[in-house]
Nanobody, 122 residues
């Protein structure tokens, strides 16, 4: 079993920035970030293939959010810039057992963190 622990959430004004971290108990090549607005389904934000460092993003966050990794620390980050009130959500990191697990849907991800709240005020 793999444990994923997120940190770094909080409250910020619109236009501000936050960086989320996700520490994994062991190496997983495919790791993604998701968010969930109240009453809505969990949606993909971005993901990374840790071996190559290749990243993909959902359209609403392209150009504002960046997924990166520190393989030595077994940690993946989500840098969020130019935050908007609509970015307010619970953010989760996820890990997939297989490289083709990666994507912007929850299908394929086997491991989930507990979530961290991000609140952006206008």
């Amino acid at each position: 079993q793999v444990q994923l622990v997120e940190s770094g959430g909080g409250s910020v004004q619109a236009g501000g920035a936050l960086r989320l971290s996700c520490a994994a108990s062991r190496y997983i090549n495919c790791m993604g970030w998701f968010r969930q607005h109240p009453g809505k389904e969990r949606e993909g934000v971005g993901y990374i293939y840790r071996s190559e460092g290749v990243t993909y993003y959902a359209d609403p966050v392209k150009g504002r959010f960046t997924v990166s990794r520190d393989n030595a620390k077994n940690t993946v980050y989500l840098q969020m810039n130019s935050l908007k009130p609509e970015d307010t959500a619970m953010y989760y990191c996820a890990g997939g057992k297989f490289s083709d697990s990666c994507g912007l849907t929850t299908v394929g991800y086997n491991y989930w963190g507990q979530g961290t709240q991000v609140t952006v005020s206008s």
